[in-house]
Nanobody
Framework: QVHLVGSGGGSVQAGGSLTLSCVAS????????MGWFRQAPGKEREGVAT????????YYADSVRGRFTVSEDNAKNTLYLQMNSLKTEDSAIYYC????????????????WSQGTQVTVSS
């Protein structure tokens, strides 16, 4: 079972940027889907972005498209989430996750999860 460790959260003012990292305990081959999710207080967890490993196809929630970019560094077993033009509503605990197979377009069915990393955006 792949172990995921997320990091990179912090506090930033609106309009600022942060980059989250998610390191996997082993090399992730093609046919895996990795993604970023978030959960704000009092809200359900929601999908933010996913990436088809090895194929580089990515998908984004409407709320972050154009501001966030998901990418991978396979040599480092690392998934990134570059977050630009942050808004207060982006404040949440962010998690990365992995799933074998399936279409990354669907933000469901993820099996392994990282611990969360807190992102706080102030006005």
């Amino acid at each position: 079972q792949v172990h995921l460790v997320g990091s990179g959260g912090g506090s930033v003012q609106a309009g600022g940027s942060l980059t989250l990292s998610c390191v996997a305990s082993e090399n992730i081959r093609s046919n895996y889907c990795m993604g970023w999710f978030r959960q704000a207080p009092g809200k359900e967890r929601e999908g933010v972005a996913t990436l088809e490993i090895g194929k580089h196809s990515s998908y984004y929630a409407d709320s972050v498209r154009g501001r966030f970019t998901v990418s991978e560094d396979n040599a480092k077993n690392t998934l990134y989430l570059q977050m630009n033009s942050l808004k207060t509503e982006d404040s949440a605990i962010y998690y990365c996750a992995i799933r074998y197979g399936g279409n990354c377009f669907f933000f469901s069915g993820f099996e392994n999860w990282s611990q969360g990393t807190q992102v706080t955006v102030s006005s």
